[in-house]
Every structure is written in C-alpha cells, then in structure tokens.
T-cell receptor, first 113, second 114 residues
Framework: RKEVEQDPGPFNVPEGATVAFNCTYS??????FFWYRQDCRKEPKLLMS???SGNEDGRFTAQLNRASQYISLLIRDSKLSDSATYLC??????????????FGKGTKLSVIP | NAGVTQTPKFRILKIGQSMTLQCAQD?????MYWYRQDPGMGLKLIYY???????DKGEVPNGYNVSRSTTEDFPLRLELAAPSQTSVYFC?????????????FGQGTRLTVV
C-alpha cells in the first residue's frame, strides 16, 4: 500500500513568520503532486500543484525532491487567514490504468496574532 | 456553476437503517470519488468511478455500494448502518481527460449513526 506521510503538527506561528511543511511519499512512479487546504469543518480545496521541481504562487512555494521522495510547502509572511490544515496529495496509477488520489493526514497550522 | 453538490449536509441514522448520499457534478468530469474523513484523520477512499457504468473499490469499501448510471451522478449507498460509519463523507470529481488529476470536492455530508 502506498503511503503519504505528513507531520501532523500543530504548527503555531506568529503573524509574519515563515513556515514550512514536508510530505514524504513512497510511490517513486508518481509524477505530480498537490497541496490542498482544508478549513475546519469544510471541504478540501486545491492550493497548489507541483509537476516538476517546484511552483510558486505569491506567498506560497511548493518544492519537489524526487530523489528523496518528498515535497514541501513554504508559506512566507503568514496571515491569520492561513490557519488551516494542509493536505499533501499524491495521484497514483492503479493496475487498471486509472488514478487514485492518496491523501496525507494533514498538517495543522495556527497563525497567532 | 454549482461544481460538486452533495445532499444531505447532515443526517442522523439509527443502527441498521439504510440511506443514500447523493452527489452530482455539473462540470462533465469523468472521474468521481467518495471519501470518508474521521476526526483527526486523513481522507480514505471508499469507491471511485472513471466514467459512467464503471466503478471500483477504494481502500475502505465494506458496508457501502455505489453506482454511476450517468456522468453527473455518483450516489453512495449505506446498507445496515453501523456506528463505525459515523464520519464526514466527501464526494469529489476530476477531469482526467484534460490531463489534470486534481479534484474538486463537495461540501460534505456529516453522518452520525446512533
């Protein structure tokens, strides 16, 4: 069974801080990866996708290290509104040729005033 | 554009009762998924479908059934509800034909079995 592992946290950081989360995956064949954000009692929403070495979107940077099989999410200048759980997601090809999305358990971030 | 719509949003069932969780998407996505999320845990795949008429088991299919008679709808059936099925259920869809593997999620159904 393929695994996606994340540090559960919680990460408690002050506003304006930089915080980074790591995610390790066991399926070396995976080619694309995603970070989702999930607010309390809400559905997960796509935050960023990572198809090659990395991706940057404003204060958010996702990086991929294929050799070590991990992806990271860096959040700069943290805002109170960044408080959420961040889910690492790895699409995996099944034997039938279809894809399943495997989710990590998530890393909880609390940004403190 | 509604995206992925789940009904009901909340439900309380008695042990042994049955119910169907409804999921509909209006984005013409070929892939659809059902996940459950227990408190403090990650999402676990129950069933998925790669197109109308095609369904397959995920990680935790026992106690559930699905059907996919149309591209839009992917209902999840619970037969003989048990307390272990108390969870939040999320339906999701993705457009594999476009090369994207990421998924849109519905707002979830909170189910309690007592």
């Amino acid at each position: 069974r393929k695994e996606v592992e994340q540090d559960p946290g919680p990460f408690n950081v002050p506003e304006g801080a930089t915080v980074a989360f790591n995610c390790t995956y066991s399926n070396s064949a995976s080619q694309s990866f995603f970070w989702y954000r999930q607010d309390c009692r809400k559905e997960p929403k796509l935050l960023m996708s990572v198809y090659s070495s990395g991706n940057e979107d404003g204060r958010f940077t996702a990086q991929l290290n294929r050799a070590s099989q991990y992806i990271s999410l860096l959040i700069r200048d943290s805002k109170l509104s960044d408080s959420a759980t961040y889910l690492c997601v790895v699409p995996e090809l099944t034997g039938a040729g279809s894809y399943q999305l495997t989710f990590g358990k998530g890393t909880k971030l609390s940004v403190i005033p | 554009n509604a995206g992925v719509t789940q009904t009901p949003k909340f439900r309380i069932l008695k042990i042994g009762q049955s119910m169907t969780l409804q999921c509909a998407q209006d984005m013409n996505h070929n892939y659809m998924y059902w996940y459950r999320q227990d408190p403090g845990m990650g999402l676990k795949l129950i069933y998925y479908s790669v197109g109308a008429g095609i369904t397959d088991k995920g990680e935790v299919p026992n106690g559930y059934n699905v059907s996919r008679s149309t591209t839009e709808d992917f209902p999840l059936r619970l037969e003989l509800a048990a307390p272990s099925q108390t969870s939040v259920y999320f339906c999701a869809s993705s457009d594999r034909s476009g090369g994207d593997l990421w998924a849109f999620f519905g707002q979830g159904t909170r189910l309690t079995v007592v």
